[in-house]
């Protein structure tokens, strides 16, 4: 079945540390985005990725990093520079055809919690 | 730049009625995508309907409806014969043709009363 897969589900982090995120897909999309979700809030661009090797910060990249090595792999790294990274965060994947057709499909999510 | 603005946070129905969820975007863009993505308990986002804004004809699922007034920028779902497994996060999203971002609503809650 093809799809987005996101790991862990839940994942607990010390403060100080830096913690990982994994993204992958077999839609064999070409673009990838990271979305942060908040109670209350609407989704918000974190990075995104339209070819290998190539990414772009959204609105709020300050404390994470990417990686687009892989097509298929898009991980988000989430550092201590960031000073509220409790949230869920969001994976997604697109064609990058114009068009109503391009839509984003969603990976299952991971609850990132700091102890 | 351009938003989205739900205005309805949270919004109940009996099962089987209709309800109306809505949205109002703003862009100076000619070309442009609208969307409704569901979210259920599970946090699976999904894509419910989609609407070009270059079409007059309003785009249809099944129970899932939208009313496209593009002078008026407002997209409003509406959800027909409600049904139990409706209840979620509904997500107003826009795009602009000439980018592949999504622009998000803050979202509104739907409750379905049994």
């Known amino acids: 079945d093809g799809g987005i897969t996101q790991s862990p589900k839940y994942l607990f982090r010390k403060e100080g540390q830096n913690v990982t995120l994994s993204c992958e897909q077999n839609?064999?999309?070409?673009?990838m985005y990271w979305y942060r979700q908040d109670p209350g809030q609407g989704l918000r661009l974190i990075y995104y990725s339209q070819i290998v090797n190539d990414f772009q910060k959204g609105d709020i990249a300050e404390g994470y990093s990417v990686s687009r090595e892989k097509k298929e792999s898009f991980p988000l790294t989430v550092t201590s520079a960031q000073k509220n990274p409790t949230a869920f965060y969001l994976c997604a994947s697109s064609w990058t055809l114009a068009g109503v057709k391009n839509e984003q499909f969603f990976g299952p999510g991971t609850r990132l919690t700091v102890l | 730049a351009q938003t989205v603005t739900q205005s309805q946070p949270e919004m109940s129905v009996q099962e089987a009625e209709t309800v109306t969820l809505s949205c109002t975007y703003d862009?100076?863009?000619?070309?442009?995508?609208l969307f409704w993505y569901k979210q259920p308990p599970s946090r699976q986002m999904i894509l419910v309907i989609r609407q070009e804004a270059y079409k007059q004809q309003n785009a249809t699922e099944n129970r899932f409806s939208v009313n496209f007034q593009k002078a008026a920028k407002s997209f409003s779902l509406k959800i027909s014969d409600s049904q139990l497994g409706d209840a979620a996060m509904y997500f107003c999203a826009y795009r602009m043709d000439s980018n592949y971002q999504l622009i998000w609503g803050a979202g509104t809650k739907l409750i379905i009363k049994p």
């Open positions: 839609l064999n999309h070409d673009a």
């Open positions: 862009t100076s863009e000619s070309d442009y995508y």
